[in-house]
Every structure is written in C-alpha cells, then in structure tokens.
C-alpha cells in the first residue's frame, strides 16, 4: 500500500456554559482597582517571562487593547491579571467587561475554557485544566441527572470527552492527574504545580500520579523528593534550544492532538520539521497503512521530554 497524505482539521469548539444577563462595559483609569480573587488568580498557569515581557512591551507601545474581564456580581477580576498588573504598574488606562455567573464553579468552568481555547499549552497543561474543569463540572451537577436533553443525561467525562475529541478514560485520567498535581502543590508549594505543568520539574504525569499517592502515608519523603526536583531545574535566564532543533527526521516522537482522538497519545516517525510544523508518519491501525500527518511543533514531543 502506498503512504497517504492527510493534514488534520480543527473542529470548532462548543462551549458547555451559558452566560447569564448581558455584559456591560467600562473605562477605567490607574486610579481604579479591582478586586483579585487568589483563587481564580491561581486557577490558570502563568505566562513564561518571555511571554510577559512581549506583553509588556506591546501594551506600553499600542495600549491595552483587549478589555479585562470581571465577574459582575462579586466585581472580581477572572480574565486578564496579567494585563492589570502591566497597567497598573505602568500607569495605562484599561477596559474591563462585566460579565454574569450564578457561581464560583461556573466562573472557573469559564476561566478554563477560555484558557484552553486561547494559548499554546503543554500536554501537562491541557491535562490539568481538562481534569480540573471535570471536577468542578461534576460538583456543579451533583448527583441531578434529570435534565432535558439526551445529551445532558451523558456522564461528565463523556460530555466532557465530546467537547475534545477524547475519551471519557481520558478525561478520567485528565482528572486524576489534576488532583496529583493539586496535592503536590500543597506539599511543595504553588510554584512546583507550575514547574509540573511546564515541564521543568522533569516529571511525567504518571511519576506526579505515584508522588501524589505516597504522599498519603509519606508526606515528608514526599516533600524531600520535590526539593530535590526543585534543585534541578535550570536557571530561568539560562538558553534553552528551540524545540523544532531537537526533532530529528526519522526520530521516535509521541503526538498530543486533542482534537484527534485517532492520533492522540500516539507514537510516530518524523518525516519533515519547519519553524512551525511538523510532519509524522503514522500507522492506520485498521488498514495497517502508514499515514503523513502535519502537527504544529507544541503537539509533538520526543519520549526523552517526558522523562
């Protein structure tokens, strides 16, 4: 059989909450403050260095175009704490729109959607706030499962599947991972959750999964092993190579495609890499013929990262 070419697509993505009452926009001036909610603050991983720094620098030169977002009944900030502390520090007008939730829960499931359908995650990122949305989802929705609609009579992690292309044993594994990630934040504080997410920690989810288990009857072995995770990741002003160097043609790569349930988790061989994508054969399990498919750069990782 001959190798098929085939490049995936993107699905647009339907949001699972509904919004109450209008938003309602405003100007404010440095003068102003809003109130920041530690909770919602800490919700969401953080920009990089680099990536606040080029925010910085476009907000100083073109102003803050986009309006921070506010819950309208608590007035608490849930979108933009980046861009606030840029405007407040920098003395910059801003915009905010208010927007109305019924609950903490729905905010957050706001937050998280709005998060995953913006920035270029790591898998361990997408992970975490898949897993954590499904949490919150569930809590949201108790133990009701009289809603009209054959879709919302679906368990969470199958309606939470639907969304993303993935499996309800995922969203499953989404949420445990989530609550790894949780319990080794509280033992090795907020920075270590983010270390996880971003890699730096060099643990793989099923090596956070375990800590997170021995930490129930070790939590100081725990707390030791975390040290010494935090000991080894590399100085942050310290160069690192651009990912598309470290993919060689031919190398062994697993692919993190979401929106493929066919493709994702799976290994593959790179054919060709750009500064922005990359090519991977990979076999059609059914018909055992080998597939060409393009992968932006953020979705294709060698089993070395993961270690």
């Known amino acids: 059989m001959h190798p098929t070419q085939e490049t995936p697509g993107s699905e647009q993505r339907q949001p699972l909450v509904v919004l109450r009452g209008s938003t309602r926009k405003h100007h404010h001036t ?4 809003l109130r920041i909610d530690p909770d919602f603050q800490t919700l969401i991983p953080p920009l990089s260095a680099s990536e606040f720094a080029t925010l910085e620098a476009s907000i100083q030169e073109k102003g803050c175009r986009d309006p921070l977002v506010v819950w309208a009944e608590e007035k608490i900030l849930i979108d933009g704490h980046n861009r606030y502390a840029i405007c407040t520090a920098h ?3 801003y915009k905010t729109v208010e927007m109305s939730f019924d609950s903490p829960n729905t905010v ?3 937050m998280l959607l709005n998060q995953l359908g913006r920035r270029n995650l790591t898998s361990e990122s997408v ?3 898949r897993g954590t949305w499904y949490e919150l989802t569930k809590q949201s929705r ?6 009209s609609g054959h879709f919302d009579h679906l368990k969470t992690e199958t ?5 993303f292309k993935a499996s309800p044993k995922t969203i499953r594994r989404d949420a445990q991972f989530a609550k790894a990630v949780d319990t080794l934040s509280s033992i090795g504080g907020e920075d270590m959750k983010w270390k996880i997410l971003n890699r730096s920690a060099g643990m793989t989810k099923k090596q956070v ?4 288990i021995d930490a129930r009857s070790r939590p100081a072995k725990v707390a030791k092993t975390l040290q010494g995770r935090d000991q080894k990741v590399k100085p942050e002003g310290e160069p690192t190579i651009a990912h598309h160097l ?13 929106d493929r349930q066919d493709v994702n988790g799976r290994l593959g061989r790179i054919c060709s890499v750009g500064e922005k994508t990359a090519t991977v054969w990979m076999r059609h399990i059914p018909t055992v013929t080998m597939y060409l498919y393009t992968f932006k750069l953020h979705g294709v990782t060698t089993p070395s990262e993961h270690r």
């Open 159 to 163: 309606k939470l599947g639907a969304q």
């Open 30 to 33: 440095v003068a102003d403050s």
């Open 209 to 212: 999964i375990a800590l997170a």
């Open 127 to 129: 992970s975490y706030l």
């Open 246 to 258: 470290t993919l060689k043609i031919g190398s062994l790569v697993e692919v993190y495609a979401p």
């Open 108 to 110: 957050k499931v706001w």
């Open 91 to 93: 003395g910059i007008p």
């Open 142 to 147: 108790g133990g009701d499962r009289k809603s």
